[in-house]
């Protein structure tokens, strides 16, 4: 059963070489936003999937508000016995910052990760999949069937894209690309202890300013198919 993984940068236009792929061998295309769905109805909070968006990274500001606003609504006492609920003109919610009770946002995090491994391998078992993102080349490096696909692209050519995918001048578009390379590269090697731009990794990286998107996907299925084809031609031993 094919198994295909698909690692990006920031517009180098991998999510519709992906889409195109997925369409074209008629496979199930399971990308961050269906993970994430997977993670949260299994119980990982809304705080750390909002962390784990890599394209939309947040200040430090907002992702410190998001991870109290996840935190229960609780009313310690002051040093003078008086509940914070009574002193008028506190309203920061700081209620159960420190709490036992409630799992630091690393912790969170780390169960995220661990909810995508398991999704990704349960996923790479049924087979007849192409994932993108989130590790995937990594967590099925030694599936013995899977095909792993890097795009690339020069940086003037994800500039392009991404000042007309979402209306942003130079300097922010070039601003959004760095953050996106930045927290694709800390995820792999903090939760993989690996480089995702490693070419050892893969089995083609893919030059999307050198290629067109068709040919991109040709040579993406015509890889798999050589694959498949050697894998069942082989001997039993």
Do not use: C
Not at 87 to 99: E, N, W
Not at 185 to 200: C, S
């Amino acid at each position: 059963m094919t198994v295909i993984t698909i690692s990006r940068q920031l517009g180098s236009h991998g999510e519709d070489i992906a889409t195109r792929v997925a369409q074209e061998l008629d496979l199930r295309l399971i990308d961050a936003e269906i993970i994430n769905r997977a993670a949260q109805q299994a119980g990982v909070p809304q705080v750390a999937l909002a962390e784990m968006e890599h394209e939309r990274r947040q200040s430090l500001t907002n992702r410190v508000l998001n991870a109290l606003r996840a935190m229960p609504s609780l009313s310690p006492l002051s040093e003078t016995g008086t509940s914070q609920a009574e002193l008028p003109g506190l309203t920061i919610p700081f209620a159960g910052l420190f709490s036992t009770t409630v799992p630091p946002l690393s912790a969170w995090l780390d169960g995220y990760v661990r909810m995508v491994g398991l999704v990704v391998q349960g996923l790479a078992r049924e087979g007849n999949v192409l994932l993108v993102g989130r590790g995937a080349q990594v967590l099925l490096k030694d599936h013995p069937t899977a095909l792993h696909v890097q795009i690339v692209a020069p940086l003037s050519d994800r500039i392009a894209v991404i000042r007309e995918r979402l209306d942003l001048n130079q300097r922010a578009a070039h601003n959004r690309i760095r953050a996106s390379d930045r927290a694709r590269f800390d995820y792999v090697r903090r939760y993989h202890d690996a480089d995702w731009l490693d070419a050892t990794l893969y089995h083609l990286t893919l030059n999307t300013g050198r290629l067109s998107i068709p040919m991109a996907v040709d040579l993406i299925i015509a890889t798999q198919k050589g694959l498949a084809g050697s894998t069942t031609s082989e001997p039993d031993k």
